[in-house]
């Protein structure tokens, strides 16, 4: 079947059942690789119904959605106008594009937010050290403990290593940090999906751990920060381990 095109692009007409899920891909990859541009209007429902050769509720929930990410603002009986997805768009617009992997490169967006979950995991070590109450700390020693018994299955040691962390988000007592925690987690971006053989250096680091976890539970907060930098920083600077099994 021939691509249907609109005035300079192409599209690929949608032939499966998730038809709304494949118009919102198409539209979301030509908005952020500039294929639409900030301020341009995108065609009605009815052309890009089309165009797709899908009906217009299933344009109509894909343009919902590019607009709860961001992408775009839906006048009422008017235009849908392409906003500047760098000012707009949130967290929720990375863990989409990593699932695509076409439009902005996987190994940069995987970078970007390890470096963002490095920044957030320093102040929530420091933050943690202040304000956790007794019973977060002991739980953060137990399970630093737990994590350091699995060596060295980096596989396990990663999961574990995801559930050390979630309670040091718990005890900073910062709302935003957990959430974009929770967003990282979820979308399996920079903790869950990145190779362990990655974040050897990381997981490795036992004894780093170890210091956290007794900075966190005496309540250094310089320290804390200081061992959580040396910890998430690793994976950014240490060359990748290659899998044993290879």
């Not at 949608?14 to 990859?29: E, H, I, K």
Request: net charge neutral.
């Amino acid at each position: 079947m021939p691509w249907a095109t609109l005035p300079g692009m192409a599209f690929v007409p949608v032939t499966r059942a998730s038809v709304s899920d494949l118009v919102f891909g198409q539209l979301r990859d030509a908005i952020v690789s500039g294929t639409y541009r900030t301020d341009d209007t995108l065609p009605g429902e009815r052309e890009l119904a089309t165009t797709f050769q899908v009906n217009r509720h299933a344009v109509r929930e894909a343009l919902r959605r590019l607009q709860q990410l961001g992408l775009v603002r839906i006048s009422q009986g008017g235009a849908t106008r392409v906003l500047n997805w760098r000012v707009h768009a949130g967290l929720d617009l990375a863990l989409s594009l990593v699932r695509s992997g076409d439009v902005l490169p996987v190994a940069t967006l995987v970078r970007d937010m390890m470096d963002m979950r490095a920044c957030i995991g320093v102040d929530a070590a420091r933050l943690c050290a202040r304000r956790a109450d007794d019973a977060a700390r002991r739980r953060i020693v137990r399970a630093v403990e737990e994590f350091a018994d699995l060596a060295p299955d980096l596989t396990a040691m990663g999961e574990a290593n995801i559930a050390v962390w979630r309670l040091i988000l718990d005890g900073c007592g910062n709302t935003a940090y957990l959430l974009a925690f929770n967003s990282l987690v979820a979308g399996a971006l920079a903790v869950a999906e990145v190779p362990p053989q990655r974040r050897a250096t990381e997981l490795l680091d036992v004894t780093g751990h170890r210091r956290l976890a007794s900075a966190i539970a005496d309540g250094r907060d310089v320290e804390a920060a200081e061992e959580a930098r040396s910890l998430l920083t690793a994976a950014l600077t240490a060359p990748t381990r290659k899998d044993s099994r290879a």
